[in-house]
């Protein structure tokens, strides 16, 4: 079929040859061409979940730090600090 769009070629190792059987076991009766389009997508699907997870996790984190340390440095911390480096 004509297309504007890049195609790869995927050579069928023992990773990729493992990886379409479990997808055969997933969608029965699909042609392997087929079934690495389903892997495409469902990976890059599971990636946007751990992508987001990873996100939501890091929110929580400062929600749950954010205020906690409150007034443990005082208003001349940095100055102070600043003092020591060299000049």
């Known amino acids: 079929m004509p297309t504007d769009k890049p ?3 995927i050579t069928e190792t023992a ?3 493992r990886a379409l059987d479990v ?3 997933r969608w029965p009766g699909e042609p392997r061409s087929k079934l690495l389009v389903r ?3 469902a990976g890059g699907a ?3 979940r751990e992508d987001s997870d990873t996100a ?3 929110r929580e984190a400062i929600l749950a730090t954010s205020g906690k340390y409150h007034g443990v440095f005082g208003p001349a911390y940095l100055a102070e600090l600043r003092g020591d480096w060299p000049g």
Do not use: N, T
């Open 46 to 48: 599971a990636l946007e």
């Open 56 to 58: 939501g996790r890091r």
């Open 15 to 17: 990773d990729v040859g």
């Open 7 to 9: 195609r790869y070629q």
């Open 39 to 41: 892997l495409v997508q």
């Open 23 to 25: 997808a055969a076991r």
